[in-house]
Nanobody, 118 residues
Framework: QAQLVESGGGSVQAGGSLKLSCRAD????????MGWYRQAPGQESELVSS???????IYADSVKGRATIFQDHNKRTVTLEMNNLTPEDTGVYYC????????????RGQGTRVTVSS
């Protein structure tokens, strides 16, 4: 059974917003920092945002000011909200555990596609 499952992708008009959720096994959220990554067509994956075990958040410069990451331990989710989307936000978004501890390595979801049209 998948340990990380994303939802919320789809097609969005430029200027719109999105909300991506990642449902994770409880032990992952309890033990690992979590990140949302994206891979644009023909590009390497990049870290969009992360949240650590102390809820300290980091954002890529490209999304700073228009993205919010947060966790809900009761629902076992890590959510990424973004607004004022541009076509440059297009890509496959996936959540993954930040690979600090051994049990946090190789924990990532299948991804969800986001397409922003102008």
């Amino acid at each position: 059974q998948a340990q990380l499952v994303e939802s919320g992708g789809g097609s969005v008009q430029a200027g719109g917003s999105l909300k991506l959720s990642c449902r994770a096994d409880g032990y992952i959220l309890a033990s690992c920092g979590m990140g949302w990554y994206r891979q644009a067509p023909g590009q390497e994956s990049e870290l969009v945002s992360s949240i650590d075990l102390e809820s300290i958040t980091i954002y890529a410069d490209s999304v700073k000011g228009r993205a919010t990451i947060f966790q809900d331990h009761n629902k076992r989710t890590v959510t990424l909200e973004m607004n004022n989307l541009t076509p440059e936000d297009t890509g496959v978004y996936y959540c993954a555990a930040i690979p600090g501890r051994l049990l946090c390595r190789d924990k990532r979801g299948q991804g969800t596609r986001v397409t922003v049209s102008s």
